[in-house]
């Protein structure tokens, strides 16, 4: 068998001419290492980031890109316990791939003690982006803002994956969310995740986008207080959320889609109180304890394995093609992620 990995040795401002395909083999497992087949890998924002160098942690060059996923357990190296211990993985166990590890391929070499056992009859396809965009989502809804059933929250780039999770867990949680999306065509998948709002955001002249965004979605929530705004665009986007949020609201940033700094106008950092956050979880998981960790992932591998929580998959590319999949990664106007699928 051939195996295959999507290496890039520099970076560069388009990152599908960085990356390419190469064949490889494993070294023979030492103490405490498996042999994983990957079965699906995501394509996320920050890879692309970590291509182009614009990411704040970098892994070190060369490197293998793809930074989660799923796989298949096919060979166990030396001294791994299989009997329930610290370990507790054998031959054909599916697992989640550690955090980083250059999912991007047809297999890998991991420590086996980083390897997580998940539920067999789950879909590997969607238990492959579990790492990234759902904890994003789940924890963007509760460690800024102390939200009730009830309660309003806003977000732009509502048709991403983040976004998709955040409308399903809120929708869970008892929340209300307004979403903002780019273009009309994407307003539909919202409201087929459960958004309870759905706005085209814009300052175009004429008809609808001619109207004040603010304007538009207190009319949409009927004066509601909104206490949570989460933006993952910055530039100009960003103020066009304070501007809807209610007086002492938090805006949390956790994307740079614009590629601009956020722009927030003194009017609403003066007279309304915004405070402006940012949020990385990469930071968090620096920060928070391994309780923590596993309760976050507890409930969202139950919510994924038992079909409460999924993700629109745009299309799946082999490791052969991973040019192609990063350059429509890369793109927009597209409705889903962009998986590898070995």
């Known amino acids: 068998m051939t195996m295959l990995k999507s290496f890039y040795e520099h970076r560069g401002p388009v990152p599908q001419d960085v990356i390419r395909a190469v064949e490889f083999t494993p070294a023979a497992l030492t103490a405490g290492q498996a042999l994983v087949a990957v079965l699906a890998a995501p394509i996320n924002p920050s890879d692309l980031l970590m291509l182009t160098g614009q990411y704040g942690r970098l892994p070190t060059l060369p490197a293998v890109g793809g930074s989660e996923g799923v796989g298949r357990v096919v060979e166990i190296g030396p001294d791994v316990d299989v009997t329930g211990g610290v370990v507790n993985i054998s031959v054909g166990q599916t697992v989640l791939l550690p955090a980083g590890s250059g999912t991007w391929a047809t297999h890998l ?13 789950a879909d590997p396809q969607q238990l492959a982006m579990l790492t990234v965009n759902p904890a994003t989502a789940a ?18 780039v509502a048709n ?3 976004g998709g999770y955040l409308v399903q867990l809120a929708k869970l949680r008892g929340f209300k969310t307004v979403n903002l999306v780019r273009r009309e065509s994407a307003v539909a998948s919202v409201l087929a995740d459960g958004g309870d709002v759905v706005l085209v955001d814009g300052d ?12 538009r979605v207190k009319a949409a929530v009927g004066g509601a207080d909104i206490r949570l705004g989460l933006d993952a665009v910055g530039g100009a986007a960003t103020d066009r959320l304070a501007r809807c949020l209610s007086e002492g609201a938090t805006l949390v940033n956790y994307g740079m889609m614009s590629g601009e700094a956020c722009q927030v106008t003194p009017a609403s950092f003066i007279f309304n109180d915004i405070t402006l956050r940012g949020f990385w979880l990469a930071k968090w998981f620096s920060q928070a304890s391994r309780e923590a960790q596993r309760a976050l992932y507890g409930e969202l591998t139950k919510l994924i394995a038992t079909g409460k929580l999924s993700a629109r998959i745009g299309a799946t590319y082999p490791v052969s093609q991973i040019k192609e999949a990063v350059a429509a990664a890369h793109a927009g106007e597209r409705d889903g ?6």
């Open 139 to 156: 924890l963007l809804l509760t460690e800024f803002v102390t939200l009730a059933p009830g309660d309003w929250v806003i977000q732009n």
């Open 160 to 162: 991403s994956a983040v």
């Open 109 to 121: 070499v991991a420590d086996a003690r980083r390897l997580v056992p998940i539920p067999d009859g």
């Open 337 to 342: 992620k962009i998986l590898i699928v070995p």
């Open 204 to 215: 175009a002249p004429g008809g609808a986008l001619g109207r004040d965004l603010s304007a």
